[in-house]
């Protein structure tokens, strides 16, 4: 396990992801019923991005520093988690954030050295369970959720191996499976549409419904050894979401301009009907 998120922390990847996961939370939260999360692959929970790691890339900078001072409306809410949050937060403490007392989120983390902050982190509290676990294997284990019917898996592996796209799309069909009125959220890098394009056809060869994938993209994705882009595929969204989820990815490739990002591009579709 080489990859560490800390070095990450901020990018425009994790904006991306972060304001898509907000719009599902605050989806689930406008129903009075409590909801579950299982975040599969949590990270660390929070990041400081003066530490060691994040000065050595500097991707938050062209991340979550070029999108501080926006004053678009759209971003508005995600801004202000971040500031609220205090150090850059991580998915946990994104759905923390949005959870109410009725609501619980399970987070898993394999890496010994991040699920300890991980820990530290949530280690009072009470809606909180934290695993260190592979986030695939403890689908078949933490599924359904045991008090909840309604909630949310996100998995945001690393993509380090080859068979990353292979594993998301075995794990949506095992959600679909075990946990029907969930919604799941599945991040993933855009270098090139080839394994993109695989991984779409899984899904839809499996017989998955109502898929929505949402992408935003730097640049072309010709070139497979850059990370070109990065999308989130959301599976059974909330009413609504596919307006919504344009309108803040919209606002994050004004938020995101720089000179050398000319051809940024936002493109949302629907993969499979309900
Ligand atoms: N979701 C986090 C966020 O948005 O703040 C970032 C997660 S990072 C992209 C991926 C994380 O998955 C890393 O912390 C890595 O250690 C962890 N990881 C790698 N393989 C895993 C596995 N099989 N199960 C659980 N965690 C894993």
Same mark, same amino acid.
């Given at each position: 396990?080489?990859?560490?998120?800390?070095?990450?922390?901020?990018?425009?990847?994790?904006?991306?992801?972060?304001?898509?996961?907000?719009?599902?939370?605050?989806?689930?939260?406008?129903?009075?019923?409590? *909801?579950?999360?299982?975040?599969?692959?949590?990270?660390?929970?929070?990041?400081?991005?003066?530490?060691?790691?994040?000065?050595?890339?500097?991707?938050?900078?062209?991340?979550?520093?070029?999108?501080?001072?926006?004053?678009?409306?759209?971003?508005?809410?995600?801004?202000?988690?971040?500031?609220?949050?205090?150090?850059?937060?991580?998915?946990?403490?994104?759905?923390?954030?949005?959870?109410?007392?009725?609501?619980?989120?399970?987070?898993?983390?394999?890496?010994?050295?991040?699920?300890?902050?991980?820990?530290?982190?949530?280690?009072?509290?009470?809606?909180?369970?934290?695993?260190?676990?592979?986030?695939?294997?403890?689908?078949?284990?933490?599924?359904?959720?045991?008090?909840?019917?309604?909630?949310?898996?996100?998995?945001?592996?690393?993509?380090?191996?080859?068979?990353?796209?292979?594993?998301?799309?075995?794990?949506?069909?095992?959600?679909?499976?075990? *946990?029907?009125?969930?919604?799941?959220?599945?991040?993933?890098?855009?270098?090139?549409?080839? /394994?993109?394009?695989?991984?779409?056809?899984?899904?839809?060869?499996?017989?998955?419904?109502?898929?929505?994938?949402?992408?935003?993209?730097?640049?072309?994705?010709?070139? /497979?050894?850059?990370?070109?882009?990065?999308?989130?595929?959301?599976?059974?969204?909330?009413?609504?979401?596919?307006?919504?989820?344009?309108?803040?990815?919209?606002?994050?490739?004004?938020?995101?301009?720089?000179?050398?990002?000319?051809?940024?591009?936002?493109?949302?579709?629907?993969?499979?009907?309900?």
């Amino acid at each position: 396990m080489n990859y560490r998120h800390a070095y990450h922390a901020g990018n425009f990847a994790d904006c991306i992801k972060h304001a898509i996961l907000l719009v599902l939370l605050k989806a689930l939260a406008r129903k009075p019923a409590g *909801f579950c999360v299982l975040d599969t692959h949590a990270g660390c929970g929070q990041y400081d991005l003066s530490s060691e790691e994040a000065q050595k890339t500097g991707e938050w900078k062209t991340g979550i520093g070029l999108l501080e001072g926006s004053e678009d409306p759209a971003l508005q809410e995600y801004l202000a988690a971040v500031r609220d949050l205090g150090l850059y937060p991580g998915s946990p403490a994104f759905t923390r954030h949005v959870l109410r007392p009725q609501d619980e989120l399970i987070a898993c983390e394999l890496h010994p050295e991040d699920v300890r902050p991980l820990r530290r982190l949530f280690r009072d509290d009470p809606q909180v369970s934290i695993h260190h676990r592979n986030g695939y294997e403890a689908l078949r284990a933490l599924l359904p959720p045991k008090h909840l019917k309604r909630g949310l898996v996100l998995i945001d592996p690393p993509f380090e191996k080859l068979d990353d796209f292979q594993q998301c799309a075995q794990a949506v069909s095992l959600i679909r499976n075990r *946990f029907r009125a969930g919604i799941v959220a599945v991040w993933y890098p855009i270098k090139h549409r080839t /394994p993109v394009r695989a991984f779409y056809n899984a899904l839809t060869d499996a017989g998955i419904r109502d898929i929505i994938a949402c992408e935003f993209l730097l640049r072309p994705a010709l070139d /497979p050894s850059r990370l070109n882009g990065c999308g989130m595929l959301v599976v059974n969204a909330p009413y609504g979401f596919e307006n919504e989820a344009r309108t803040v990815l919209e606002a994050m490739k004004t938020g995101l301009a720089t000179e050398d990002r000319e051809d940024m591009q936002v493109h949302i579709e629907r993969l499979a009907e309900e």
